[in-house]
């Protein structure tokens, strides 16, 4: 079954902490996708990676493809980075739009 | 605009109402998608509209009916569901997936908490 983990499931960090958030993923994807979602909202896409690196202020995300694997990291978290992070990906085999979710990690930042 | 819309916000129905769950975007999007999400879980898929057409419904009781009336709107229409049915149902839309093609970012909308009685 393909499958997709995150670690860890719950964070808690002081504010101006560096945060990283792990996704791993069972076999090969065509694309991945990190996302937010505040508590009682919709859900944000933050990044949508298929290779390499990608930066958008506070937040990297990084993907290797060889070791199936991808990290979120925020720099300086804030409080309202509290949310819950979502990692998601698209098999390369999967024909159509399917993702695949993770469980979610949910991060707490304490002022 | 980068925006999905959902209304309403919010819905409580008995489980003999017949009730619709409206979402709608203008970014030229020709795949739209129905998620449920209960608490603290990760969103499930229902179902998957590609070029007004349904492609992908995940065994989803019959009590949830899904529709696509033109490109920019997607309906839900629900019918003598069951308590356990109350969960944030979600919207989103994308470029639609074709084999071996890139793929393209999900843009959601805020939801629409369901509360069945």
């Known amino acids: 079954k393909n499958e997709v983990e995150q670690s860890p499931q719950n964070l808690t960090a002081q504010e101006g902490e560096f945060i990283t958030i792990n996704c791993s993923y069972s076999v090969g994807i065509s694309a991945l996708h990190w996302l937010q979602q505040h508590p009682g909202g919709g859900i944000v896409s933050l990044f949508m990676?298929?290779?390499g690196k990608k930066k958008h202020g506070r937040l990297i995300a990084t993907i290797n493809i060889q070791e199936k694997h991808s990290s979120l990291h925020i720099t300086a978290s804030h409080p309202r980075d509290s949310a819950v992070y979502i990692c998601?990906?698209?098999?390369?085999?999967?024909?159509?739009?399917?993702?695949?979710f993770g469980e979610g990690t949910q991060l707490t930042v304490n002022p | 605009d980068t925006e999905v819309t959902q209304t309403p916000k919010h819905l409580v129905m008995g489980m003999t109402n017949k009730k619709s769950l409206k979402c709608e975007q203008h970014m030229g999007h020709r795949a739209m998608y129905w998620y449920k999400q209960k608490a603290k879980k990760p969103p499930e898929l229902m179902f998957v509209?590609?070029?007004?057409?349904?492609?992908i419904n995940e065994s989803v009781p019959s009590r949830f009916s899904p529709e696509c009336p033109n490109s920019s709107l997607l309906n839900l229409h629900l019918h003598a569901l069951q308590p356990e049915d109350s969960a944030l149902y979600l919207c989103a839309s994308s470029h639609p997936h074709l084999p071996g093609q890139s793929s393209y970012e999900q843009y959601f909308g805020p939801g629409t908490r369901l509360t069945v009685t």
């Open positions: 998601a990906v698209r098999w390369r085999e999967t024909s159509g739009s399917r993702l695949t």
């Open positions: 990676l298929s290779s």
């Open positions: 509209y590609s070029y007004e057409k349904l492609s």
